[in-house]
C-alpha cells in the first residue's frame, strides 16, 4: 500500500525569489527537491511527480531495493527507483514518483529497477 508524500521540512535559499529546499518524505524514503516558487507548506501532499534534471548513468540495476541519497551538499541525487511506466520514464521510490528528463535506454521496461544520478530534483 502506497503512502502520502508530504512535505516535511522547507529550507529557503532566498524568500525574495522564492527559491526553497522542499524535504519531502512518504515515510519511508526522503528526499530533497528544488522548488521555486515555493508556495508549499509543512504537511502538503505531493500527488505530482518531481523531474530528475540532468539524469546520467541510467542502466538496469541490479539490487531490487529502491533508494535516493542526496550527494553530499549539492542538489543531486543518486538514485535507484522501479521504473512505473516506462512509455513516459515514470520511475518510483515507495510512494516517491520522480520523472526522467530524457528517455530510458533501450530494454529497459516497465517493472525493471534503474540506477542513475541527477544534477537536481524538483518540485513544481
Do not use: W
Amino acid at each position: 500500500m502506497s503512502q502520502e508524500v508530504k512535505v516535511r521540512e522547507i529550507e529557503y535559499l532566498s524568500r525574495d525569489a522564492e527559491e526553497a529546499l522542499v524535504y519531502l518524505t512518504d515515510g519511508v524514503y526522503e528526499c530533497v527537491a528544488f522548488c521555486q516558487p515555493c508556495e508549499k507548506m509543512i504537511g502538503d501532499v505531493i500527488s505530482q511527480p518531481l523531474l530528475a534534471f540532468e539524469t546520467q548513468g541510467i542502466a538496469l540495476c541490479d539490487a531490487e531495493v529502491a533508494s535516493i541519497q542526496r550527494i553530499g551538499s549539492t542538489f543531486g541525487h543518486s538514485v535507484c527507483a522501479r521504473v512505473k511506466n516506462d512509455e513516459v520514464g515514470l520511475l518510483e521510490v515507495g510512494s516517491i514518483l520522480l520523472e526522467l528528463d530524457s528517455p530510458l535506454p533501450g530494454g529497459i521496461e516497465t517493472g525493471c529497477f534503474v540506477s542513475f544520478t541527477c544534477q537536481r530534483v524538483d518540485l513544481f
